[in-house]
């Protein structure tokens, strides 16, 4: 077997390593605290029994080496050496403080007195209320309810434990690797957590993993399990369809993430069905979208990232202000990117800030400051109404627009031919796809409308649409990060000229306008213009003005009508908002 050698190379033979303690027991061998005589450097040392290994015992210690060897990322534990002997075969990483498993057992028992100087990484108080969460597990069937009033561990902790396991299964997965066996104790820190807060994750043990194009893998390894259609991994952490056998996919290890999070969260695995209430709708939700049953409706690993329970606060940056009125609500993205809901009814409102996690609430002349993570229960009602708001502005916001030429044709068994116009991926990264069919109507199907009754080339186009899109927005988003240029909304591709609609004008046309607010031009004619305070004018060639006020009011005036001051001060804005539509729409007056 070869070696994989670092600047400073590891021994090749068992004679170069002291071996100073077993740190732990992986799959197929165990696992000593070393130092290489050679470097003088720390590592750890698998030993792995072959005398007694068979046949499959042999395949998997040769595909654990064949796709760890390859693996180069800071997130996953690295393999510097492999060599054997006559009695084992060696395996040098990199050595690591502890396990997840290690750490989580810590925290819960986080009155031992080592942890004490460093306590602000646990949540305090959670020791009663883990004892009340350990009583109130209450088992019915295969049906598990548990009130959950305080997580063991503190967002700030889950956050970085969490992005840095995704982190590493994006390398992972881009690099055509399923892990198949993610659970706390082959999730390992780098550091003592207790000692740096700055810790950092690593992936280990690759005994299970999957190379899903087999190119890296020594011959007829996977000849006996194909498709990765075996039952494997650890009671607590597998997904649905590995335990029925349907097939192993990236979607298993999203699974297996959720599984994590929700021990990090609870200190137990999850079983039967879950019920989270009483858990943080952050947690909740995220928890309930890595744990979906069926694979194609489980969050992806890129969305994991994105959550505001990872991001740490509403992500708002690319959104533009808006003023909306229902009758129960007044809702408002403000230019600060600060998102603020008033309840009518009862006169209350919560403000929710889009570059930090500070939450405000008001009510009968009191207002309270809050973090994401210590907003009250009673609260939490209005932190849903926010984030549902923001998340239908993501998905009405694009950031990448691909514009095709008219030959993209598709030809499809049950829609017919079909060609593509248009590709968005939305801020929510839901993906639409329009198109045109052979009557020239036009018509939008977007990621989460497509059945699996479509037609297989329209589904696979749609897909091939959907991964250039994210190609395109990780490269402008990595050359943000470096830059610090806006680079958002990415337009790729000439828009083709549509066909006049009375007056020249173009439809359902808008922009936002600094100061003003958004102006539209509908396929009518008719200009819209939303001002920032929630009032509303429209009008056109040969429509009356018709003024909303903040509250939902309307007035209509004709030609001949005296207008009001208020009404007259927001018209006076109108010219310069179409004028500027104008310009960018490219209209001719």
């Not at 597998?238 to 029925?244: A, D, G, K, L, T």
């Not at 943080?280 to 744990?291: A, M, R, Y």
């Amino acid at each position: 077997m070869d070696s994989n050698c670092d600047e400073e190379e590891f021994g090749e033979s068992i004679n170069e390593y002291e071996l100073r303690k077993e740190i732990g027991v992986g799959s197929f061998g165990r696992v000593f605290e070393a130092v290489c005589i050679t470097n003088k450097k720390q590592c750890a040392v698998k030993v792995i029994d072959i005398r007694k290994a068979n046949l499959d015992k042999v395949d998997r210690i040769n595909a654990e080496i064949s796709v760890h060897l390859r693996l180069k990322h800071e997130n996953i534990c690295e393999l510097y050496a492999v060599f054997q002997d006559s009695l084992n075969v060696y395996l040098v990483l990199e050595l690591c403080w502890g396990t997840l498993s290690d750490f989580l057992k810590m925290a819960i028992d986080y009155n031992h007195t080592a942890l004490r100087p460093n306590i602000n990484i646990l949540n305090v108080n959670s020791d009663s209320q883990l004892t009340k969460h350990r009583h109130s597990v209450k088992k019915s069937g295969d049906i598990i309810k548990t009130a959950f009033t305080k997580h063991i561990l503190p967002f700030a902790t889950i956050r970085r434990i969490i992005k840095q396991i995704c982190t590493g299964l994006h390398y992972l997965h881009r690099n055509n690797i399923i892990h198949r066996d993610l659970n706390l104790k082959n999730v390992l820190l780098k550091l003592n957590p207790f000692e740096k807060q700055d810790f950092i994750v690593k992936i280990a043990d690759f005994g299970l993993a999957f190379d899903t194009k087999y190119d890296h893998v020594p011959r007829d390894i996977f000849k006996r399990f194909p498709k990765g259609k075996t039952i494997c991994g650890t009671p607590g952490y597998i997904s649905p369809e590995v335990w029925s056998q349907d097939g192993v996919s990236t979607a298993s290890d999203v699974f297996s993430v959720g599984s994590l999070l929700y021990a990090l969260v609870t200190g137990v695995t999850p079983r039967g069905e879950l019920d989270l209430h009483g858990m943080h709708p952050f947690l909740s939700d995220l928890i309930g979208k890595l744990l979906k049953s069926e694979p194609s409706k489980r969050i992806t690993v890129d969305d994991v990232m994105s959550h505001p329970l990872i991001v740490g606060h509403l992500l708002t940056t690319r959104l533009s202000p808006i003023c909306k009125l229902t009758k129960s609500l007044q809702l408002m993205l403000t230019e600060e990117g600060d998102v603020k809901i008033l309840f009518l009814k009862s006169h209350s409102t919560i403000e929710v800030s889009g570059v930090n996690d500070k939450v405000v609430v008001c009510s009968k002349n009191k207002s309270s400051t809050f973090t994401l993570e210590s907003l009250p229960e009673c609260h939490w009602k209005k932190l849903i109404y926010v984030w549902r708001f923001v998340d239908l502005l993501k998905s009405r916001n694009a950031k990448v627009i691909f514009h095709l030429h008219e030959n993209n044709i598709v030809r499809c068994a049950i829609r017919g031919n079909l060609t593509v116009v248009k590709c968005c991926l939305m801020e929510n990264n839901t993906f639409e796809v329009t198109f045109l069919n052979t009557r020239s109507e036009k018509f939008t199907l977007n990621s989460q409308l497509l059945k699996s009754r479509d037609d297989e080339r329209l589904m696979a186009l749609v897909k091939k649409y959907r991964e250039n899109c994210i190609e395109i927005e990780q490269r402008m988003k990595k050359f943000e990060d470096e830059s610090g240029v806006n680079s958002f909304p990415v337009i790729i591709g000439k828009k083709p000229k549509h066909k006049n609609l009375g007056g020249g004008y173009t439809s359902d046309f808008s922009i936002t306008v600094d100061g003003i607010g958004s102006v539209s031009l509908k396929s009518d004619g008719v200009f819209k213009v939303q001002f920032h305070d929630g009032s509303i004018i429209t009008t056109g060639d040969k429509t009356p003005i018709t003024f909303q006020s903040p509250v939902g009011e309307t007035k209509r005036f004709k030609s001949n009508d005296v207008l009001p001051k208020y009404v007259l001060q927001k018209l006076a804005l109108v010219p310069k908002a179409i004028e500027e539509l104008r310009k960018k729409s490219l209209l001719k007056s």
